[in-house]
């Protein structure tokens, strides 16, 4: 009898092991998770909003200690948003946007369900920390006014409010802007006398400059084309901004289109503008509609703009009277964010000395770019201070989650601010090493990927997954994600891995981070859906893995990697054992008639043939994997009945369908609760379904 009881704790030790070196998907997100910083103009101050188990706040630090102060004092899981940071030029007041935006019928996101439902508002707190925040209008977006006395809101209109700390001038009306358009500010002139705007006629755009105090318009070298992204050069006598062509009838938006553009040059006073610069045929698009501020006019006179000249997203420096464009960036690499010094250096991040990571630049036209952060990094969204003795920017690794960090201005170690320490339950120590792989399609194209192996106690053929991520303008990378959408897939690839699940994070073609070529491969989406290859080369490389069993392989994504894993389960399901499809496309006939992000692909009639086929709803009859579909009900970027469609169909086939819907809730998982749901659900599907 002692001998069988030895033989019982033997046999359930062996069968406990792995599971007890699981770690658990709250723990993994038990870290703040903050956004990019702002920086104030004439002070070393930068706030950020940060989200702590879905408890969102705002913080700020000053240099040189840079001591992290708490501003808000929110304490609800209630998905809304801190967004559109300002902060004042002397760093005494920090204005913000709090809520999501409105849908088609009004309503600002709700994802709590509140019967009282929610708004979207522009506050503003000081700094020091010696009152709360105070609501200044209902809006989407900020700007100071010079001298930080009062807030330019733009909502449905474009308005001027004083804030609860100072008054304002006597030209700021709450009716400040009532042009026809859909109207944005860009900045004030250099003397803060003139409101430099975009407004957007639909087919056209035009750019204008208001005159506070005379309370007139004048439009600057209005055309028919699409007029974008106005500076002030530093002396305020004149105007520069990027032209496109028109929107001609019938025609619509293509994100994977690459269109030239213009750099034009006008004299702010009389409207007059030349073309300084044309780029080539296959240069404009992405760069200009994906980059923020694409166009800037540094204090040392010269114009920087961002550009697929090369094939590679890069920055270039012009003289304001002409002449050729000279490289700040260079390399077969991309450049992500930038921001430019008062000393005229830009600082970026860009993945050239390790495609698959981000490090820090800084570099000047015709010199060469000096490398700030270390190997194994991921660094992002640089902001040089006022005082040019810092940089503050987000850091992560394999282990680290991001952080708010900063280095000296001429690079070095970083120092991580916030969090300064992570919380006791997180498992850095535990957490994998995901090991970067190529994968060549069966045409030919090579895509990039990391695999998170499981703990080495895991013994025997173990299952093994396809993660696809969304966009699909995206790259995934071997450390924690500076998005917050993947930011909470790492944690959740790490998490099936400690659970004894071989993970795969595919870089799929149409992704970014590889060039202009990889981007906008050719068939793609709806024109062919020729990245699925690449899934498949993804499952082929899983399944020559000696400890992989290739009959346990499963596959799982959300946005346009929902649709490339319905895609993989409608075409193999003898290949994929098992999916989870989070808010997928899943007909991009549906997508064509608009009112979604999915519809951003430009198609015309005669493509929709083709861009049925693509969909994965035209192999619905070898659907024979079981699925799990996750969808929220206020999601805006890809509409609810794509899910709604494609399950109504397998069940009427008797497939096997399992669903986790979730009311209210956006695209983008604005909860904690929700993407605590989410992940939980997702490990117990394939739990059951792969049985690691």
Same mark, same amino acid.
């Given at each position: ?8 704790m ?23 998770q ?34 992290p102060r ?7 899981d ?14 005494r ?11 088609a019928a009004?309503?600002a996101?709700?994802?709590t369900g ?12 000081p ?6 925040p105070?609501?200044?209008?209902a ?23 004083p ?7 006597a030209?700021?009306?709450e ?23 975009v407004?957007?006629?639909g087919?056209?755009?035009f ?5 506070l ?6 439009w ?14 530093p ?19 293509d ?17 007059l ?6 780029s ?5 698009? %992405? &760069?200009?509609? =994906?980059?923020?501020? @694409?166009? +800037?006019? $540094?204090? !040392? /006179? ?22 050729a464009?000279?490289?700040i960036?260079r ?5 992500e964010t930038?921001s ?7 600082v ?9 990571r981000?490090?820090? %630049? &800084?570099?000047? =036209?015709?010199a060469? @770019?000096? +490398?700030? $952060?270390? !190997? /194994?990094q991921?660094?992002t969204?640089?902001?040089?201070l ?11 690794d ?17 120092r ?17 090493e ?5 994968l060549?399609?069966a ?11 499981p703990p ?13 991520h969304g966009g ?19 944690a959740?690839n ?8 071989v ?7 149409a992704?970014?981070?590889y060039?202009?070529?990889f ?21 082929a490389h899983?399944a ?9 392989i ?11 894993t ?6 193999n ?7 989870v ?10 997508s ?9 692909w430009?198609?015309k ?9 693509s969909?994965?709803?035209a ?14 009900d ?8 794509q899910?709604?469609d ?5 069940r ?12 209210d809730?956006?695209h983008f998982?604005l ?19 792969l049985?690691?």
């Amino acid at each position: 009898m002692k001998q069988r009881w030895q033989v019982w704790m033997l046999v359930g030790a062996l069968i406990a092991a792995p599971a007890a070196q699981g770690m658990e998907i709250a723990d993994l997100l038990s870290a703040p998770q903050p956004e990019a910083p702002v920086a104030a103009a004439k002070a070393p101050v930068i706030a950020w909003a940060a989200n702590e188990r879905g408890v969102r706040n705002l913080w700020v630090a000053r240099a040189p200690e840079f001591v992290p102060r708490q501003l808000t004092a929110y304490d609800r899981d209630d998905g809304q948003l801190l967004s559109s940071l300002a902060l004042s030029a002397d760093g005494r007041t920090l204005a913000y946007v709090r809520g999501g935006g409105p849908d088609a019928a009004g309503n600002a996101s709700n994802p709590t369900g509140d019967p009282d439902g929610a708004e979207q508002a522009v506050w503003a707190v000081p700094t020091d920390g010696s009152s709360a925040p105070q609501r200044v209008a209902a809006g989407r977006s900020v700007t100071f006014v010079p001298g930080g006395d009062a807030l330019i809101v733009q909502g449905k209109g474009v308005g001027c409010y004083p804030h609860a700390y100072a008054k304002a001038p006597a030209w700021c009306v709450e009716g400040l802007l009532k042009t026809r358009g859909a109207n944005s500010v860009a900045a004030f002139s250099p003397d803060g006398g003139r409101l430099l705007f975009v407004s957007n006629r639909g087919d056209h755009s035009f750019v204008g400059v208001l005159d506070l105090a005379a309370r007139s318009v004048r439009w600057i070298a209005p055309d028919y084309n699409n007029d974008s992204a106005p500076v002030w050069s530093p002396d305020g006598k004149r105007i520069a901004f990027l032209r496109t062509a028109g929107t001609r009838p019938g025609q619509a938006f293509d994100l994977t289109a690459a269109n030239p553009f213009e750099i034009w040059v006008a004299d702010a006073d009389n409207g007059l503008a030349r073309r300084l610069y044309r780029s080539g045929a296959n240069a404009g698009g %992405y &760069a200009q509609f =994906a980059v923020p501020e @694409p166009l +800037r006019w $540094s204090r !040392d /006179g010269r114009l920087s703009f961002s550009s697929e000249e090369s094939g590679w997203l890069h920055w270039y420096a012009l003289a304001p009277d002409g002449g050729a464009p000279v490289a700040i960036s260079r390399g077969e690499c991309e450049v992500e964010t930038a921001s430019l010094s008062d000393t005229g250096i830009l600082v970026y991040s860009a993945n050239c000395d390790d495609i698959e990571r981000r490090q820090l %630049y &800084a570099a000047s =036209a015709g010199a060469a @770019p000096k +490398r700030l $952060s270390g !190997d /194994g990094q991921i660094a992002t969204d640089p902001l040089p201070l006022s005082d040019a003795q810092w940089i503050a920017f987000r850091h992560a690794d394999a282990h680290r989650p991001t952080a708010i960090a900063v280095m000296p201005a001429g690079g070095g170690e970083p120092r991580r601010i916030f969090p300064a320490q992570l919380p006791a339950a997180f498992p850095a120590a535990a957490l994998v090493e995901p090991k970067p792989v190529t994968l060549r399609a069966a045409d030919g194209v090579i895509s990039h990927a990391t695999v998170f192996m499981p703990p080495a106690s895991y013994k025997g053929k173990r299952p093994a997954l396809v993660y696809v991520h969304g966009g699909p303008i995206r790259q995934m990378l071997p450390g924690w994600h500076y998005s917050s959408y993947y930011y909470n897939d790492y944690a959740g690839n790490q998490w099936l891995a400690s659970r004894g699940f071989v993970v795969l994070a595919l870089n799929y073609r149409a992704g970014t981070g590889y060039g202009q070529a990889f981007r906008r491969a050719a068939k793609q989406g709806p024109r062919g859906a020729s990245e699925y290859q690449d899934v498949l080369a993804a499952r082929a490389h899983l399944a020559g893995l000696a400890d992989v069993d290739a009959s346990r392989i499963g596959i799982y994504g959300g946005s346009y990697g929902g649709y490339l894993t319905a895609q993989a389960l409608s075409r193999n399901s003898d290949l994929f054992a098992a999916g989870v499809d989070r808010h997928g496309v899943h007909d991009w006939r549906e997508s064509a008639k608009g009112g979604d992000n999915s519809g951003l692909w430009g198609l015309k009639p005669d493509e929709l043939e083709v861009a049925g086929a693509s969909s994965p709803v035209a192999r619905i009859d070898g659907w024979r994997s079981p699925a799990l579909f996750v969808h929220g009900d206020d999601d805006r970027a890809v509409k609810f009945s794509q899910s709604v469609d494609l399950v109504e169909r397998l069940r009427a086939r008797g497939a096997p369908v399992e669903t986790l819907v979730i009311p209210d809730e956006d695209h983008f998982f604005l909860r904690y609760a929700t993407w605590m749901q989410v992940h939980r659900s997702t490990m117990d599907f394939f739990e059951r379904q792969l049985k690691p």
